[in-house]
């Protein structure tokens, strides 16, 4: 006899597979009610596990794409290197890659030392 403990995708088949091919003998309506609630709890499963898989690849697919923090800073100092090199190129100077350091707000060079600007 079938019961409602026993879920598994295999033993629903197979008890549709007996359903399907007893010719004599009757089922009951228990049975058939039982066999049912079987069916519909298995197929409800597999939707909730293929949903969980398509959320679960989503969320890797975002994790995967997400930028770190050192290629957030490698690809802002690669935008202000090209930027630096493009106004060089409009103003028709040589490009200097900047030293690091203070610089003078008007004139954009660097500060040697600070005492000076204070």
Same mark, same amino acid.
């Given at each position: 006899?079938?019961?409602?403990?026993?879920?598994?995708?295999?033993?629903?088949?197979?008890?549709?597979?007996?359903?399907?091919? =007893?010719? +004599?003998?009757?089922?009951?309506? #228990?049975?058939?009610?039982?066999? &049912?609630?079987? /069916?519909? *709890?298995?197929?409800? @499963?597999?939707?909730?596990?293929?949903?969980?898989?398509?959320?679960?690849?989503?969320?890797?697919?975002?994790?995967?794409? =997400?930028? +770190?923090?050192?290629?957030?800073? #490698?690809?802002?100092?690669?935008? &202000?290197?090209? /930027?630096? *090199?493009?106004?060089? @190129?409009?103003?028709?100077?040589?490009?200097?890659?900047?030293?690091?350091?203070?610089?003078?707000?008007?004139?954009?060079?660097?500060?040697?030392?600070?005492?000076?600007? #204070?």
């Amino acid at each position: 006899m079938i019961t409602e403990t026993t879920m598994a995708a295999g033993t629903v088949l197979a008890a549709a597979d007996a359903l399907r091919q =007893r010719r +004599t003998g009757v089922w009951t309506d #228990a049975e058939v009610a039982v066999l &049912m609630l079987l /069916a519909f *709890r298995s197929g409800q @499963e597999a939707t909730v596990s293929a949903e969980m898989a398509e959320l679960i690849c989503l969320h890797m697919d975002r994790v995967a794409a =997400r930028e +770190t923090y050192e290629q957030a800073v #490698a690809r802002r100092l690669a935008e &202000m290197d090209a /930027a630096g *090199r493009a106004r060089a @190129e409009r103003e028709r100077r040589p490009y200097r890659v900047h030293p690091g350091g203070p610089v003078d707000w008007h004139t954009g060079r660097p500060l040697r030392h600070l005492a000076v600007v #204070a």
